[in-house]
């Protein structure tokens, strides 16, 4: 069985340090090759970012340039229409094989949100899912709708050698650092004329400063 790959999507509008220490612990604590970072050019679940998918391609390899374990995913700006995730899933398991062990990473909300995603039930057939909890945002099973109560309750695991032993379909809950960083905060501080410096890596601030990003206050 081959190592264990992280995939982590979003539309990182800007990405910023609380993507990058989700990837960077959720990688230590599930022993994982490598993450693949996969902007979103046309998110399904929100209105389309005003900043291009370029632009965000772009801040992503910036960021993510000195760690090696990091790899920059831009199949979804090149696909044209939304982008699900179930598509991408189904695209790395045709190109890495059918036994190669992906996990799916994400927060407790995107979780809880899972059943509005188009073929949800199909993404456990192609990965394993890790949800990242943090202090304020811990999963609540009872509050979840009844059939993702009963994925979490069938699928999930404390065993993190099994997700190595296995392609796909088992859940874990891992405990990463608070940090309260938004892309929404930071686009409101950029367009206000305030400094969103130390939110994100320098090099992303430097980008967004040449390219004149997110100077309307009503930028998405």
Not at 20 to 25: K, P
Not at 164 to 170: D, E, F, N, V, Y
Not at 196 to 203: K, Q
């Amino acid at each position: 069985m081959s190592a264990l790959i992280g995939i982590l999507g979003g539309t990182f509008n800007p990405i910023h340090y609380a993507h990058l220490r989700l990837a960077e612990e959720l990688a230590e604590a599930l022993s994982l090759q490598s993450v693949r970072i996969i902007p979103a050019s046309i998110p399904p679940h929100r209105d389309a970012p005003r900043v291009s998918p370029h632009d965000r391609l772009e801040m992503v390899k910036l960021a993510c340039a000195e760690n090696a374990r990091l790899v920059v995913d831009d199949r979804e700006c090149r696909r044209f229409g939304p982008s699900y995730t179930v598509d991408t899933l189904r695209e790395l398991r045709d190109e890495l094989g059918t036994q190669q062990p992906l996990c799916l990473l994400m927060g407790v909300d995107a979780f809880a949100a899972l059943m509005t995603w188009s073929r949800w039930e199909q993404l456990f057939d192609l990965a394993h899912v890790a949800i990242a909890q943090r202090p304020g945002f811990v999963l609540d099973a009872a509050a979840l709708a009844a059939p993702l109560a009963g994925q979490l309750e069938t699928r999930r695991t404390e065993q993190i050698s099994e997700l190595h032993m296995r392609p796909a379909g088992l859940l874990v809950l891992c405990t990463i650092t608070a940090l309260d960083i938004s892309g929404t905060a930071i686009r409101t501080s950029i367009a206000q004329g305030r400094s969103p410096r130390y939110l994100l890596p320098d090099s992303v601030l430097d980008y967004i400063r040449q390219h004149q990003l997110y100077k309307d206050l009503d930028a998405r």
